[in-house]
């Protein structure tokens, strides 16, 4: 598949028993590996800038490089780290309010803050596990009611188990193609998924039965590939549904993918 209308980004690394690959449709979403030199902690961090623009998500991505330069992301735990970073943003930034998702890594141990898109564990026997535990918003910390240490969640991975990380793009992206292709409209943004939902009785209620069916769909391609490599199951992904959710105009959203799979 190509990205005509967004620079792809892919890459994979290692971060002890995990191999970690990840593919990036975006203007807007962030992708920061954090792997210092000797360090016993790494980092993944994934954020959806709002608005799919390519101004926030290069702003977003150089303060997150300043930040790493600094040494941040790999000293504290996953809830301290959360917090120094918020705050560290400069006032009048366009990505403030920009979801993150904190993936922190010790030895064989993973802790993450949930995920812009969903969290989604597949076990050896293929049961996929959803958890309820959605991104924070970057600098909302210092007044957020729910304590960080219980807005995060330790998956515990055995050999060949796999935690799926994306922006909502993805789901979105493959709910809203094949919703408005059922209806002969050419999904190119948010107008056309609109003239979608005004078409028909019922229209929102159609469009969340293609939300749930977008689910199963992701649902049944890890389970499927869920033998390959890290890098595998992403391009599994991308060459199965990559259809519905690369974007194919400026107006579509971004689309990030990123699979954690234990290899030992």
């Given at each position: 598949?190509?990205?005509?209308?967004?620079?792809?980004?892919?890459?994979?690394?290692?971060?002890?028993?995990?191999?970690?690959?990840?593919?990036?449709?975006?203007?807007?979403?962030?992708?920061?590996?954090?792997?210092?030199?000797?360090?016993?902690?790494?980092?993944?961090?994934?954020?959806?800038?709002?608005?799919?623009?390519?101004?926030?998500?290069?702003?977003?991505?150089?303060?997150?490089?300043?930040?790493?330069?600094?040494?941040?992301?790999?000293?504290?735990?996953?809830?301290?780290?959360?917090?120094?970073?918020?705050?560290?943003?400069?006032?009048?930034?366009?990505?403030?309010?920009?979801?993150?998702?904190?993936?922190?890594?010790?030895?064989?141990?993973?802790?993450?803050?949930?995920?812009?898109?969903?969290?989604?564990?597949?076990?050896?026997?293929?049961?996929?596990?959803?958890?309820?535990l959605m991104a924070a918003i970057l600098d909302f910390?210092?007044?957020?009611?729910?304590?960080?240490?219980?807005?995060?969640?330790?998956?515990?991975?055995?050999?060949?188990?796999?935690?799926?990380?994306?922006?909502?793009?993805?789901?979105?992206?493959?709910?809203?193609?094949?919703?408005?292709?059922?209806?002969?409209?050419?999904?190119?943004?948010?107008?056309?998924?609109g003239r979608a939902i005004r078409s028909i009785p019922?229209?929102?209620?159609?469009?969340?039965?293609?939300?749930?069916?977008?689910?199963?769909?992701?649902?049944?391609?890890?389970?499927?590939?869920?033998?390959?490599?890290?890098?595998?199951?992403?391009?599994?992904?991308?060459?199965?549904?990559?259809?519905?959710?690369?974007?194919?105009?400026?107006?579509?959203?971004?689309?990030?993918?990123?699979?954690?799979?234990?290899?030992?």
């Amino acid at each position: 598949m190509n990205a005509e209308y967004r620079p792809l980004q892919t890459g994979q690394v290692k971060f002890g028993p995990f191999d970690i690959a990840y593919a990036l449709y975006s203007h807007g979403d962030v992708l920061k590996v954090v792997d210092p030199p000797n360090a016993t902690k790494k980092m993944l961090v994934l954020a959806d800038t709002i608005g799919h623009d390519p101004s926030r998500g290069k702003e977003l991505s150089d303060f997150l490089d300043a930040a790493i330069s600094q040494g941040w992301g790999v000293t504290g735990n996953l809830a301290e780290e959360q917090l120094k970073l918020s705050r560290m943003v400069p006032e009048g930034t366009n990505y403030g309010g920009a979801p993150f998702s904190y993936t922190q890594f010790e030895n064989d141990k993973i802790s993450t803050t949930g995920n812009v898109g969903g969290l989604t564990i597949v076990r050896n026997t293929g049961r996929v596990e959803e958890i309820p535990l959605m991104a924070a918003i970057l600098d909302f910390y210092e007044n957020n009611p729910i304590p960080l240490r219980e807005r995060q969640y330790e998956p515990q991975l055995r050999n060949g188990e796999i935690l799926f990380l994306r922006t909502d793009g993805v789901d979105e992206g493959i709910a809203d193609s094949r919703f408005t292709s059922s209806l002969g409209i050419e999904h190119g943004g948010f107008e056309d998924l609109g003239r979608a939902i005004r078409s028909i009785p019922d229209g929102s209620s159609v469009r969340m039965r293609y939300q749930r069916e977008a689910d199963e769909l992701l649902k049944t391609v890890l389970q499927k590939n869920r033998y390959k490599s890290a890098h595998g199951i992403v391009d599994s992904i991308i060459d199965e549904l990559g259809e519905y959710f690369i974007p194919k105009t400026e107006v579509r959203d971004d689309a990030s993918l990123v699979i954690v799979k234990r290899a030992r």
